[in-house]
């Protein structure tokens, strides 16, 4: 962790940008339990600003619980994760760390966009309203603006005559496309996808995944957990794969994917590919 703080109170008195701000995503040294049971045992890991990192693993080595300690949606039990270099629950006062309230935290999770399995849309509000509301939109702009700036997004995902429909009146590939509307919403600063397609029927799952190759293509940064190897290869720039709570390699997919550089990664891919 050594500069994390220099960086932090950089960052603070409004210095001039750090060398290394072109990072979106910082993650140093996270542990997470669940009593016994260890789900993330010492993660490192960075994404770049505009990077696009595809994270493959079997079930249960830890990705999701991942993504949600990124989100601050999970409570890590020992080290730091930084998203546009600020501490992800905590304040920088001094040289201590301060735990953010409910509140902060909440004015917080609105620089990381997550993209559920599920959709988690709200049933109650049609595709318009679920991405007006997103989680945390205290927003002070202007109503007028916020609608716009909703149709803008609902049409670039290709739902846009589906703004006054309930989710249950779309497909699941529609539903899915609205949810990543209301992630963009926010401006986050990463976008997280967990296994965005999984609960698709297979012949929905191209539309989604179209629509992440175009935010990929737009430099936004991304980080999706996903099955889909193919895809993978093809818009992501690094790969990284968990097992047990750990990375056990990474690197750009045609080295990961093709030459596996560990014995793990190797059974893995054998057994998806
Ligand atoms: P993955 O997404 O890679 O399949 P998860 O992060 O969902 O893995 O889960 C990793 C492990 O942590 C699994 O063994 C899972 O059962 C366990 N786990 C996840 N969330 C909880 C929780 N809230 N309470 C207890 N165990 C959990
Ligand atoms: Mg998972």
Redesign the pocket.
Known sequence: MSGLFDRLRGRRSGAPAPADSADALEIFGVHKS??K?T?LDGIDLRVRRGEVVAII??????????LRCINHLEKVDQGLILVGAEPIGYRLQGTRLHELSERDILRQRVKVGFVFQNFNLFPHLTVLQNVVEAPGSAQRRPREEVLDRARELLAAVGVADKADAYPRQLSGGQQQRVAIARALALEPEVLLF?EPTSALDPELVGEVLAVIRDLAAQGRTLVI?THEIAFARETADRIVF?DQGVVVEEGPPAQVLDRPAQDRTRAFLQAVL
Request: aromatic share 6%; proline share 6%.
């Open positions: 669940y009593g049971l789900v693993g079997p079930s249960g080595s830890g990705k999701s619980t991942l967990d957990v968990m």
